[in-house]
């Protein structure tokens, strides 16, 4: 059997590398390799590994979502810790995923201070976003660690799912912003942001929730 060091792996922006049969202690020893200061993503469920390397208009996309969520979340004055890309994990679950953003909202009193994650006592984030094409690992990880709320991007389209009976359905609206179009809103101002750019695309983004929402 032949075996490679993590670094001689080579994985090129916007392809995954998927790995099978890893234990859960294999995959605590991934990470600490790994580290945290890196552009890679991971998604763990029942001994799959999948490792991805976004692209960088995975990553314009990823903070223009995030922003225009924290300009709603401002606005309609809704209290939140945002935890980016942190690392979820659950042994009992054998499940494992990192978010390209999420958030806690209803449950952002129980996380207030915390610099890290413990998901034996903590909560799952309330809102997790995923850009791109979002894989059965990712998914399956997700569900597992039952956070309620997805946002996909991918295909220049805002998909919502909400966790119902442990598994994702697609939604026409946010549970987090009953009422607002938020797909609608955010695909078309991601769209608008490839024109005018990321600035004037979220100060408009602001005006148009004010105007029309609030």
Not at 40 to 68: F, S, V, W
Not at 194 to 212: C, D, H, K, M, Y
Request: charged share 25%; glycine share 6%.
């Amino acid at each position: 059997m032949v075996t490679l060091q993590l670094q001689q792996l080579d994985i090129p922006p916007g392809q995954r590398l998927r790995l099978h049969d890893i234990s859960w202690s294999e995959f605590e020893a991934i990470l600490a390799e790994l580290g945290e200061h890196r552009a890679a993503r991971i998604a763990y469920i029942q001994g799959t590994l999948e490792i991805r390397m976004p692209l960088p208009e995975h990553e314009i996309n990823k903070e223009l979502i995030g922003d225009m969520v924290k300009i709603l979340l401002e606005e309609m004055a809704i209290d939140c810790e945002c935890f980016g890309s942190t690392t979820f994990k659950a042994e009992a679950k054998k499940a494992g995923v990192e978010p390209d953003q999420c958030f806690y909202i209803q449950n952002h009193q129980v996380m207030r201070g915390k610099r890290r994650v413990d998901l034996t006592l903590d909560p799952p984030p309330d809102l997790a976003i995923e850009i791109d094409v979002t894989s059965k690992t990712q998914l399956d990880a997700y569900e597992a660690l039952q956070v309620p709320e997805l946002w996909r991007y991918e295909n220049d389209r805002l998909q919502i799912n909400v966790l119902q009976g442990g598994k994702y359905v697609e939604s026409q609206s946010s549970p987090t912003f009953p009422g607002l179009p938020v797909a609608d809103l955010i695909t078309e101002f991601i769209g608008i942001s490839a024109r005018i750019g990321r600035s004037p695309t979220l100060r408009s983004f602001r005006q148009r929730v004010r105007q029309e929402f609030i």
